[in-house]
């Protein structure tokens, strides 16, 4: 079975969301979406989760699961309202915890922010499996760039979130809190063992130096042959190695202060203060 997806993708945080769909019905789920964010405002829009409602509303479909791959650090999730609209189940791997309690001590979170993972509907751990429609999902728990990274295996449709990116980009940063490239290369060697046909679906694209088009979908066996950090020959010692390296230099991404604070929170903002505003901390010489 072959679930047939649909990608949408948003520029201004170069973040592909997704809808996969059991080809059997029109039953669905949707992947890592996207709400709109102006920094220097603060104003928010929904412009690209809209895009996804609408085309749930043109092909009259169903949406069972609003899944995350991982908390993002590079845009805000629209999660709290697709799951609004469409009714559907809100989904995250169970280290969702680790995160919460890492950040939510780093933003010295209110009292009322628990660390239990609650926010979400469900918490998926190694092998658990997702439903939708005929079409059966198993989550695949691929730490290294956060420790609560899921990839969700479709069949041969698979959604590996921020851990690979396009063969001429590479693999994700490991310099976040609980992240480790040693973890990432096993992680990646476990994707690397699904069947070499597999399709993956990247959560990012930056177009590398050299290409001029934004591209989202790769395949296991181009991975291995040609990824410019992780393909067969390379290994544990040289990617680390590399990995730490290249991580040295990287900036902060430009929405993580932002985006951390929401998505722990499962997409939701942080509560009104007593003036009913709700307000974003930055937190001074801390990261």
Same mark, same amino acid.
């Given at each position: &079975? ?39 405002? *603060? ?49 995250? *791997? ?30 998926? !751990? ?32 698979? %959604?590996?979130?921020?851990?690979? %990116? &396009? ?11 609980? *992240? ?58 040289? %990617? ?11 900036? &902060? ?9 929401? !998505? ?24």
């Amino acid at each position: &079975m072959s679930p047939l997806v649909t990608a949408f993708f948003d520029e201004p945080t170069f973040t592909y969301s997704y809808i996969v769909q059991d080809p059997n019905s029109k039953n669905c789920a949707i992947i890592d979406s996207v709400l709109n964010f102006d920094y220097p405002s *603060g104003r928010t829009r929904t412009e690209s989760a809209d895009k996804i409602l609408q085309f749930v509303n043109n092909n009259s479909l169903n949406v069972e699961w609003v899944l995350e791959t991982h908390v993002h650090a590079d845009h805000l999730s629209a999660a709290p309202y697709l799951k609004e609209k469409t009714g559907a189940k809100l989904g995250i *791997g169970a280290n969702i915890t680790v995160i919460q309690d890492t950040f939510g001590t780093a933003f010295n979170a209110d009292t009322t922010f628990v660390r239990d993972g609650s926010q979400f509907d469900v918490l998926f !751990n190694e092998g658990d499996t997702i439903q939708i429609g005929t079409l059966t999902g198993v989550a695949m728990h691929t730490p290294g760039h956060t420790p609560a990274c899921i990839t969700y295996v479709f069949e041969d449709a698979v %959604f590996v979130g921020d851990t690979l %990116f &396009m063969p001429d980009f590479g693999t994700a940063r490991c310099d976040f809190p609980g *992240g480790d490239p040693r973890t990432l290369y096993q992680s990646i060697k476990r994707i690397f063992a699904l069947a070499p046909e597999t399709r993956l679906f990247m959560c990012h694209d930056y177009k590398a130096l050299g290409r001029d088009v934004f591209a989202n979908e790769t395949s296991v066996q181009e991975e291995r042959a040609e990824n410019i950090h992780v393909r067969d020959g390379i290994s544990e010692d040289e %990617f680390v190695k590399m990995r730490t390296e290249r991580d040295a230099t990287l900036s &902060m991404p430009q929405l993580i202060l932002p985006s951390v604070q929401v !998505n722990m929170r499962a997409g939701k903002m942080p509560p009104a203060e007593e003036n009913d505003q709700v307000y974003l901390k930055v937190p001074i010489n801390l990261f």
